[in-house]
């Protein structure tokens, strides 16, 4: 089963900043997805990061709102940027190598 | 992909079965049951998964009905470390790509 490192684990940041999430995995993998859970919500995917290209994002996420970069084959960032308060939840990573697998996210609070 | 139904909550004694039902009537042949756990504050992780035979592993057993439109997972014996929320979840890929996460059941082991 892949590993996957997830950092920070949480942050308090100030509305109008940024914050840059990573993800680093124990073994090379095609494709990479980042999740959001609001608080008290289930998981929303936000996109899905393959290496050399753009991430593709879901319906009510955008690239300005949310860049994800994908150097290689086993990292990827997620960076929340000109944060607010309704940014407040948990950001996951996911891959997906004979099952899906899942970092154990970053808790945001946007004050 | 299919969309599923669970119950919003469930209790369950420690030491006995827990019987988490998930209702799948749209499912189409060639879609996976998967079913994955979120313990409080911690990724969501992959507990089995199945297509048309039941299947049992170190964690759990998936029961599928005959037509396939609902499932029922089984921990046999549950222990407090298993308070969780549980999802089931349909997908075309097998073990999923993007897992598209419902609300699920909050199940909670008492003592």
Known sequence: SAVISQKPSRDICQRGTSLTIQCQVDSQVTMMFWYRQQPGQSLTLIATANQGSEATYESGFVIDKFPISRPNLTFSTLTVSNMSPEDSSIYLCSVVEQGAFFGQGTRLTVV | DAKTTQPTSMDCAEGRAANL???????????????????????????????????????????????????????????????????????????????????????????
């Open chain 2, 21 to 111: 039902p998930c209702n799948h009537s749209t499912i189409s042949g060639n879609e996976y049951v998967y079913w994955y756990r979120q313990i409080h504050s911690q990724g969501p992780q992959y507990i089995i998964h199945g297509l048309k035979n039941n299947e049992t592993n170190e964690m759990a057993s998936l029961i599928i009905t005959e037509d396939r439109k609902s499932s029922t997972l089984i921990l046999p014996h549950a222990t407090l470390r298993d308070t969780a929320v549980y999802y089931c979840i349909v997908s075309k890929v097998k073990f999923g790509y993007a897992l598209n996460f419902g609300k699920g059941t909050s199940l909670l082991v008492t003592p």
